[in-house]
Structures are given as C-alpha cells and as structure tokens.
C-alpha cells in the first residue's frame, strides 16, 4: 500500500516553515535596505555640506574639484534668482508664461513685509503679488501655473483664489496670487 505524504499535519508544519522563512528573509533584506539608504543619506548630507562651503566662497581645492560637489552647487545657482535683480528676472519669465498661455498679467509687485528666513545656503525667498487680467481662461491659467511652477530658476505659486464665471464656463476671476520666488 503507498503511503500519502503529504498529510494535512505535515502541510501545516511546511506552510509554517514557509512562513517563518520568508519572515526572516523579510526582515534580513529590510535590515540590509535600511542600512543601504543610511549609508546614502550620510554620502548625501556629506555632499550638500560641501557644496554649500563651495557656495559660501570657501577655497578649499579638494572640495571644488570634487565634480559632484561642484554640479550640485552649480544646479543651486542656477535654480535662484540673483537677489540683485530677482524682481527683473522673474517679471520677464512671468511675463513669458503668460504670454505663452494666452493671459495678461497687469501688475507684478513686490509683496509688503517678504523678509522669509533663509532656508539652505543663502538661499532666502522673496514674495510678488501678481494681478492677472480677469476674466482669463481656465486653461491658460493652468498652463500660467504649470510653467510658473515648473521653470528655472524656481517660482513657486503660494496663494490663488479664483471664481467661475457663470455666463461663460471656461473662464474665471482671479484675486491677485502670491508667488514665492527663490534668491541667492
């Protein structure tokens, strides 16, 4: 007579095996995975503190010819305004977005009280009021908000408030926004 092996008492003993395995194998690989993204998070602090001494005028030489040090700083620049001329600069890329996306921007100022704390490498904020012609087109004013928020150097929409104009569904009134834009 051949004997079955598989019986119900030894499957639970192999789907408990199973399970213990897979739950250490789990934990191992996890163990393993979290001391992988420390290590890269160390790397990665390491890297920024340099690029910012690089940034602050530091001359030290090992540090400048660290090539992924110096693209991180370079990328910092060239994602911020100079505080010189911010207000310039941003207009004229403003200007260009809405002029892309078929809306008219009728005043572009610089918002009362815009001391912002300074938040990575002398990196501060400064904040523009923008009034935008009304009524404009929904659609432009998002394609307005997608280039305004996706562009170099960095701008950043921080307050909107907008209304549907019954009459005419496409279209809306928009209050004056606030832009954060980011200066060096």
Do not use: C, H, W
Request: charge should be positive.
């Amino acid at each position: 007579m051949k004997q079955d092996d598989f019986k119900a008492k030894n499957l639970e003993r192999l789907l408990i095996i199973m399970v213990l395995v897979i739950a250490i194998g789990g934990a191992i690989g996890f163990y393993f995975a979290q001391d992988k993204l420390k290590q890269l998070a160390i790397e990665t602090n390491t890297m920024v503190a340099k690029a910012g001494k690089l940034m602050s005028g530091s001359n030290n030489s090992a540090m400048i010819s660290d090539p992924v040090v110096q693209s991180l700083a370079t990328k910092t620049i060239k994602m911020t305004y100079q505080a010189s001329n911010f207000q310039a600069e941003a207009t004229k890329g403003l200007k260009k977005y809405a002029a892309e996306a078929g809306i008219t921007i009728n005043s572009i100022d610089l918002a009362p009280d815009t001391t912002q704390p300074i938040l990575f490498n002398n990196i501060k904020t400064k904040r523009l009021l923008i009034s935008i012609g009304s009524p404009a087109s929904f659609v432009g004013l998002m394609k307005f908000v997608k280039a305004t928020e996706t562009n170099i150097p960095k701008m950043q929409i921080i307050n909107i408030s907008l209304s549907n104009i019954r009459a005419n569904n496409n279209s809306v009134t928009i209050e004056p926004l606030t832009l954060e834009v980011y200066i060096n």
